[in-house]
């Protein structure tokens, strides 16, 4: 049986986290209030959209449609302007190891990303060519825990859900894979991803001799 590999991007391959909490913290302070790295936790794997509606609530701050809009455009006009001298130097530990060991086995790989950023990110950083698929925030209607971004990534590479296996450093990516019938392997704190069925700090502790086994089963 085809076994189909999907990675999250923000946090499991990359750490464009950081940016995104600068460019929401530069938001929440040009209107009026703080914003915490504890409350950006609050953000992880959800779509820009119901970012913003959270951290309006965050600040009891009320918007009208076109400052909303207006609002999202200068986060993410923000946001680019960090992720613009990105490099290889910002890919995780061993995760190019991994995604060649699967590619030289000819595991079809895919990126089930929220980011709307996805592409040019991977471009920069020199990981796009290992990807048969990207499904990001450009592709989906419906944000994770929603399994759309996942269905949709398994169905691009030919692969059936029940054979895929999805790496996840945020709980609603992790709840995602696990609606969509999939293998999940949460990559961060053991203690907040306890839905994956498999967690690890980082891809530093998965050997490929786990990975081999993953495509065996």
Same mark, same amino acid.
């Given at each position: 049986?085809?076994?189909?590999?999907? $990675?999250?991007?923000?946090?499991?391959?990359? %750490?464009?986290?950081?940016?995104?909490?600068?460019?929401?913290?530069?938001? @929440?302070?040009?209107?009026?209030? %703080?914003?915490?790295?504890?409350?950006? *936790?609050?953000? /992880?794997?959800?779509?820009? /959209?119901?970012?913003? *509606?959270?951290?309006?609530?965050?600040? #009891?701050?009320?918007?009208?449609?076109?400052?909303?809009?207006?609002?999202?455009?200068?986060?993410?006009?923000?946001?680019?302007?960090? =992720? *613009?001298?990105? !490099?290889?130097?910002?890919?995780?530990?061993? &995760?190019?190891?991994?995604?060649?060991?699967?590619?030289?086995?000819?595991?079809?790989? @895919?990126?089930?990303?929220?980011?709307?950023?996805?592409?040019?990110?991977? *471009?920069?950083?020199?990981?796009?060519?290992?990807?048969?698929?990207?499904? !990001?925030?450009?592709?989906?209607?419906?944000? /994770?825990?929603?399994?759309?971004?996942?269905?949709?990534?398994?169905?691009?590479? #030919?692969?059936?859900?029940?054979?895929?296996? &999805? $790496?996840? %450093?945020?709980?609603?990516?992790?709840? @995602?894979?696990?609606?969509?019938?999939?293998?999940?392997?949460?990559?961060?704190?053991?203690?907040?991803?306890?839905?994956?069925?498999?967690?690890?700090?980082?891809?530093?502790? =998965?050997?490929?001799?786990?990975?081999?086994?993953?495509?065996?089963?």
């Amino acid at each position: 049986m085809k076994r189909g590999f999907i $990675f999250d991007l923000d946090g499991v391959i990359v %750490d464009t986290a950081k940016y995104h909490y600068l460019a929401w913290k530069n938001l @929440a302070n040009q209107l009026g209030f %703080d914003f915490t790295k504890e409350q950006n *936790e609050l953000f /992880k794997g959800v779509s820009r /959209k119901r970012c913003l *509606e959270i951290l309006l609530e965050i600040g #009891n701050r009320e918007a009208t449609q076109e400052e909303f809009d207006t609002w999202m455009v200068e986060k993410n006009v923000d946001y680019l302007k960090y =992720i *613009e001298n990105m !490099d290889a130097s910002e890919i995780l530990p061993d &995760v190019p190891r991994v995604l060649e060991f699967l590619q030289e086995n000819n595991i079809p790989i @895919a990126l089930g990303s929220a980011s709307k950023n996805a592409q040019p990110i991977l *471009e920069k950083v020199g990981l796009l060519h290992y990807f048969d698929a990207i499904v !990001d925030g450009n592709n989906v209607t419906k944000a /994770k825990p929603d399994p759309e971004v996942f269905l949709l990534a398994a169905k691009q590479l #030919n692969v059936i859900p029940e054979n895929c296996v &999805v $790496f996840e %450093d945020a709980v609603a990516g992790v709840q @995602a894979a696990n609606a969509a019938k999939m293998m999940s392997i949460g990559i961060g704190d053991k203690n907040v991803l306890a839905e994956a069925q498999l967690i690890f700090t980082d891809f530093t502790e =998965i050997s490929t001799n786990f990975i081999k086994s993953l495509i065996e089963k």
